[in-house]
């Protein structure tokens, strides 16, 4: 079974820019989660969706924002992007029909933003 | 509030040794999920463990182990006889029943193992 895929992997933009990342779960997996990694924050939950809603959120700006397709995959972006943007975005799926499924990771989108 | 707690930053061990990674974590939920994932250099979590807060078992995978005490509120991995693909980040995270999509994450252990 293929996992989870994300493009691109790797982008470089500049301030101001607005950016698209996407993300296709797991065949079979209806719920789809975005993290940002910086090495001063961490890991940081964003939002998750599922069936095509927006489940659960982080505190992460308007700014930020996501939306899911019929298919499951799911598409994050970042409006008028700032320096504090970079980072590596992970996006994790999981089959989602409980609260307690564990969530797999694919190999994240490296932002640069200049 | 919820967290997770990874006190040592960077553990460099020699090949062949066993190591302990150190979890501790805050919650006052009584249902609750504790993790373990491996980032290896190439940046993708790779799941390792699940643990739900009512099974205290510990567990033995291989050359892994966890040990859980929710006396201590402490979710410890080690790894006998390390080897040098053992060389990653790893994470410790929680998460509440009812927001299995929210995890939260300890802030990283960085094991090296020198052959």
């Known amino acids: 079974k293929a996992g989870v895929t994300q493009t691109p992997r790797y982008l470089i933009k500049t301030r101001g820019q607005q950016v698209t990342l996407s993300c296709s779960p797991i065949?079979?997996?209806?719920?789809v989660s975005w993290y940002q990694q910086t090495p001063g924050q961490g890991l940081q939950f964003l939002f998750e969706?599922?069936?095509?809603?927006?489940?659960n959120k982080g505190n992460f700006p308007g700014r930020f924002s996501g939306r899911q397709f019929s298919n499951s995959r799911s598409e994050m972006n970042v409006s008028t992007l700032e320096l504090g943007d970079s980072a590596l975005y992970l996006c994790?799926?999981?089959?989602?029909?409980?609260?307690?499924?564990?969530?797999?990771f694919g190999p994240g989108t490296r932002l640069t933003v200049l | 509030a919820q967290k997770v707690t990874q006190a040592q930053t960077e553990i460099s061990v020699v090949e062949k040794e066993d190591v302990t990674l150190d979890c501790v974590y805050e919650?006052?939920?009584?249902?609750?999920?504790l993790f373990w994932y491996k980032q290896p250099p190439s940046g993708e979590l790779v799941f390792l463990i699940r643990?739900?807060?009512?099974?205290?078992q510990n567990e033995i995978s291989g050359r892994y182990s966890w040990n859980f005490q929710k006396s201590t509120s402490s979710f410890n991995f080690t790894i006998t006889a390390s080897q040098v693909v053992d060389s990653a980040v790893y994470f410790c995270?929680?998460?509440?029943?009812?927001?299995?999509?929210?995890?939260?994450f300890g802030s990283g252990t960085r094991l090296s193992i020198r052959p």
């Open positions: 994790a799926s999981s089959a989602g029909s409980t609260s307690t499924d564990t969530q797999y």
């Open positions: 995270a929680l998460t509440q029943r009812g927001s299995a999509s929210k995890i939260i």
């Open positions: 643990r739900n807060s009512f099974d205290e």
């Open positions: 969706y599922f069936s095509e809603t927006q489940r």
């Open positions: 919650t006052r939920d009584t249902t609750y999920y």
């Open positions: 065949s079979g997996h209806r719920s």
